[in-house]
T-cell receptor
Framework: GQQVMQIPQYQHVQEGEDFTTYCNSS?????IQWYKQRPGGHPVFLIQ?????EVKKQKRLTFQFGEAKKNSSLHITATQTTDVGTYFC???????????FGRGTSLIVHP | DAGVIQSPRHEVTEMGQEVTLRCKPI?????LFWYRQTMMRGLELLIY????????DSGMPEDRFSAKMPNASFSTLKIQPSEPRDSAVYFC??????????FGPGTRLLVL
């Protein structure tokens, strides 16, 4: 079935550097969600994107949905140690309206 | 958090033993999901319920796994018999009408 491919798998950054994770699909997505999971924690919903070309911001986090609705990105400006965790995208797969999760990108921030 | 209670939070058992994981969601949800998370396979959807009815259990790895939802406030995931490769974090999640899923804290299972 349809899957969302997420890259990179891991990203090490120095505190203060920017970070971006990408989700790509071979088919058009109806919507895409982003979740964050802290080490030892559970996934927590961050945001949902629905419209083509949509851009949403949450403080230092910027979420984008591609014009073709086949890709999405999460960008963090000036990372902090509190940003450490795994960021997942999730999107409905095939004919289902139930989202399938990507493999996630683990962000490691070095102080 | 939407209020999903999972128990136990940690479980250590021996191979061959039966394991029962529990989920108590708050009221007002329409869907309930069970996920398994491992380093190797990531976050996998095992089964989900809509209004307490199992809709898709294609993610359940084997017949050793079973799940029930006798009412809107309770669901169980059972593994019988358990095997070391079942070691993982098991999450219960709910949806409350919209698209967002709210996850419980998870049960960390170790099968020796």
């Amino acid at each position: 079935g349809q899957q969302v491919m997420q890259i990179p798998q891991y990203q090490h950054v120095q505190e203060g550097e920017d970070f971006t994770t990408y989700c790509n699909s071979s088919t058009t997505l109806s919507n895409i969600q982003w979740y964050k999971q802290r080490p030892g924690g559970h996934p927590v919903f961050l945001i949902q994107l629905v419209k083509s070309g949509e851009v949403k911001k949450q403080k230092r986090l910027t979420f984008q949905f591609g014009e073709a609705k086949k890709n999405s990105s999460l960008h963090i400006t000036a990372t902090q140690t509190t940003d450490v965790g795994t960021y997942f995208c999730a999107a409905p797969s095939g004919g289902s309206y139930i989202p399938t999760f990507g493999r996630g990108t683990s962000l490691i921030v070095h102080p | 958090d939407a209020g999903v209670i999972q128990s136990p939070r940690h479980e250590v058992t021996e191979m061959g033993q039966e394991v029962t994981l529990r989920c108590k969601p708050i009221s007002g949800h329409d869907y309930l999901f069970w996920y398994r998370q491992t380093m190797m396979r990531g976050l996998e959807l095992l089964i989900y319920f809509n209004n307490n009815v199992p809709i898709d259990d294609s993610g359940m790895p084997e017949d050793r796994f079973s799940a029930k939802m006798p009412n809107a406030s309770f669901s169980t995931l059972k593994i019988q018999p358990s095997e070391p490769r079942d070691s993982a974090v098991y999450f219960c999640a709910i949806r409350q009408g919209g698209e967002t899923q709210y996850f419980g804290p998870g049960t960390r299972l170790l099968v020796l």
